[in-house]
């Protein structure tokens, strides 16, 4: 069993940069892939990054591809996803999940954090 817990949201401008981070606990943080998605007010859940296991592998939807990098320290069982040249669009509720597949389907995957919200003002 692995327990996720997002930070790192908040109200921020445009243009601006945060780092989310997804702290995880129990066992076997170390083994799972970790994916990132958003979900905003009246729209369905989307994927948005993913990371493998050990790090060395990235993919990302076309809509963040560029600002977004997601990352994972396994030494500190911490996932982050690094947002940069934040939009308004880019306004929703971000969760971090953990699976045994590196995937983009949100079905893929077994354990999820509760979620940070991020708001950006234009």
């Known amino acids: 069993q692995v327990q996720l817990v997002e930070s790192g949201g908040g109200l921020v401008q445009a243009g601006t940069s945060l780092r989310l981070s997804c702290a995880a606990s129990?066992?076997?943080?170390?083994?799972?892939?970790m994916g990132w998605f958003r979900q905003a007010p009246g729209k369905e859940r989307e994927f948005v990054a993913a990371?493998?296991?050990?790090?060395?592998?990235?993919k990302y939807a076309d809509s963040v591809k560029g600002r977004f990098t997601a990352s994972k320290d396994n030494a500190k069982n911490t996932g982050y996803l690094q947002i940069n040249s934040l939009k308004p669009e880019d306004t929703a509720r971000y969760s971090c999940?953990?699976?045994?597949?590196?995937?983009?389907?949100?079905?893929?995957?077994?354990?999820w954090g509760q979620g940070t919200q991020v708001t950006v003002s234009s």
């Open positions: 999940a953990a699976g045994v597949k590196f995937a983009t389907e949100y079905t893929a995957y077994n354990y």
């Open positions: 129990g066992h076997g943080f170390d083994l799972y892939h």
């Open positions: 990371v493998t296991w050990d790090g060395q592998s990235t």
